[in-house]
């Protein structure tokens, strides 16, 4: 469910529950001002100051996790376009017939895979596209295999072998880094402690006996925009974060023979 709605209203629900618990917070914190002596207050701040640290933290180690998450993606495209040249290129120690038949079905991927990247989260053109890519590598490695049998020689001295069967690993890689995600468990944790620490702000202001308004609001934001983030970053297939198909475009343009736009 919480990979399925919208980040922006995810954001936006946290920021008003944030607000809701530092006025529950303040009221808290205000009723519990006259019962506490300097030492208790020192020892809470204290405590408090731990808690906030340990949420920091917690909101650091998901961000580094979801920024290598969006690295390999990243550099996953890179490596399926290198892979993908290099199968194209060892094609053409091949006979005319198996040449093209796989090159033709690598023009096929590239396209195919730019169009998986731009269909969003309309999953009816995923699920067609990802069809579409299977059917192409079946048809890829079905002609590396007739090319074995008309010119055994010739192949292995190719090396297409293990040309293809990069490029249709890294496929598999590729859907699965679109998949990874990090836990349900997980992301419910950081909400809850965000939530929190917006509690625990209310209480010292409460304690102190004045609504601190301008940093409530600078907390809050602060933090819902690095769990926007964190959850963007999260999301390959939504937001405003993508992974740049860059390489594969140009590919595409290199083996339609095309000049490539600046």
Known sequence: MLYDSPTWLITVGLLCAMSAANEIGFRAGGRSRERETETSRAAATTLKGSVFGLVALLLGFSFSA???????????????????????????????????????????????????ATAGDDRAALARTSAEIDRILADLWTAVEEANRRSPDAVRNSLIVPAANEVIDLSSTRAWAGRNHLPVPVITLLLASVLVSSLLLGHSSGQAGRRHIGLWLASNLILALVMYVVLDFDRPRRGLIRVDQAPLVELESAMLGTPRSE
């Open 66 to 116: 979801t920024t290598s998450r969006y690295d390999l993606r990243q550099r996953l495209v890179l490596d399926q376009a290198n892979a993908v040249g290099t199968c194209q290129l060892r094609a053409g120690l091949l006979e005319e017939s198996s040449r093209e038949r796989i090159r033709t079905a690598l023009r096929h991927y590239v396209r195919a895979h730019l169009e998986y």
